[in-house]
């Protein structure tokens, strides 16, 4: 007889996007002729840049070949592109991880809800409060989160970290000892940055109660601050206790084309002393057969001086953007933090207003969409989301009206 896995029936509804969706299409159908303009994509639009062009036509041009044709990818990713990560993204920044503790996936949704995998079902977790949904919703499929409260809006068996204006939007050491930590830095959907030291310190925390970060480092390349770390690498001790994950999809625009990559150190043990990097490598080259070969150029020509260049080019158009909303709102009167380190601008509701309630009203008002905080997680109560991936003339428009309503 079928019977589906039991943990499956105590996922929560998708409801923050398609409640989104609801109430616009509500709203449009009303007023057919209101201009709206989304601030809450959380996806690039900014077209590939032209060195990545190149290789993919380069290397589909490869595939047309007797001689270059390529069958399976190494399920673990081709070298080249392993060196050249381990070379930029690690080398570069004095860390210490080999191309072999590299694992190149197609993107960091996949990884970072996939990694879970690997640990004992007991491992207790623990997450930020406002959280990019994978992290608790993954273990609820793998049956490790306990019965959700629906007063607190929490699961009984997870950690939750709240990050409000009161711990300054970082997440502070639980009292509850987690074996599975997930930070997200710079955050979605906060906006946050974590300092150095500040990550240190979860580095420390982490070794000393033997338990396992797994550090989603998506937006790393919207860092401008000196002190904040692109690597958690970048700190003492993080060997033995980190996992870092790394997408190509926020800083190159490949949400569409698919890439990314997980970081396990051969030093990192549990408390048998099994490797998890040898688990790691055992999941993958079992579940998976490996990211195209063409796209794995592709994300090589990402490394490359004009892909530098390119890539730094995307992100700066995003961040102006960032820096309008942020500006803007600031003149307006808003309580805003967020946009310096990441694409994401996180805002106080004013006067009291629920997450919904702003998200209405800036709807009805000014026919702005944006993402309730609420639908991150019970902290987010009273805040929302707003994104800078859109065009400049929206933006613009955007900010224009949300001063208007002042
Ligand atoms: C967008 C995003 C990712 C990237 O996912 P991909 O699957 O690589 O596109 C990972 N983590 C967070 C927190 C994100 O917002």
Redesign the pocket.
């Known amino acids: 007889m079928i019977k589906i896995n039991q943990n499956y029936l105590k996922l929560r509804g998708s409801y923050l996007f398609s409640n989104i969706a609801k109430k616009v299409s509500a709203f449009t159908e009303a007023h057919p002729e209101a201009n709206i303009i989304r601030l809450g994509i ?1 996806d690039v639009t900014r077209p590939l840049t032209p060195s990545i062009i190149k290789a993919i036509h380069d290397a589909t041009d490869e595939m047309a070949s007797e001689q270059t044709f390529k069958g399976y990818a190494p399920d673990l990713g081709y070298s080249f592109l392993r060196e050249t990560i381990a070379k930029n993204d690690y080398e570069a920044r004095g860390c210490d991880i080999a191309a072999d503790e590299i694992f190149v996936s197609d ?4 990884d ?1 809800g996939n990694i879970q995998e690997i640990f004992s079902e007991d491992s207790k977790i623990a997450v930020c409060d406002p959280v ?1 949904p994978v992290y608790v919703d993954t273990n609820v499929m793998a049956g490790r989160t306990g019965v959700f409260d629906e007063k607190t809006e929490q699961w009984s068996d997870v950690i939750y970290m709240p990050c409000t204006e009161a711990t300054g939007f970082a997440p502070e050491l639980p009292e509850k000892t987690p074996d599975i930590i997930y930070i ?1 830095s710079p955050n ?1 959907p906060t906006g946050s940055a974590m300092k150095k030291a500040d990550l240190q310190k979860w580095v420390d925390y982490a070794n000393e109660k033997k338990a396992v970060i797994i550090f ?1 480092a ?1 937006y790393e390349a919207y860092i401008s601050e000196d002190d904040v770390p692109h690597s958690i690498y970048e700190c003492k001790g993080a060997r033995t206790c980190a996992i870092e994950i790394r ?1 190509f ?2 800083n190159a625009g490949f ?1 569409g084309v698919r890439l ?1 990559f997980t970081v396990i150190p051969k030093d990192l043990k549990d408390a048998d002393g099994n490797s998890l990097h040898a688990l790691w490598a055992r999941r993958h080259g079992t579940k998976y057969n490996g990211a195209p070969y063409i796209i794995q150029k592709a994300g090589e020509a990402v490394y490359s001086e004009q892909g530098k260049a390119e890539i730094r080019g995307l992100v700066s158009y995003y961040m102006e953007n960032a820096k309008m909303i942020l500006d803007g709102l600031k003149e307006a009167g808003f309580s805003v933090s967020g946009g310096v380190n990441a694409p994401y601008i996180w805002l106080k509701t004013p006067d009291n207003m629920t997450s919904w309630e702003f998200f209405d009203y800036l709807l009805e008002k000014v026919n702005i969409v944006g993402t309730p905080g609420s639908g991150f997680g019970p902290s987010g109560e009273g805040y929302f989301r707003l994104t800078a991936f859109g065009s400049h003339e929206n933006t613009k428009a955007a900010v224009e009206r949300i001063k208007g309503l002042k």
């Open positions: 959380g993107g960091a949704k996949c970072s990019y997200c979605n989603d998506a997408s999809s926020k949400t990314g």
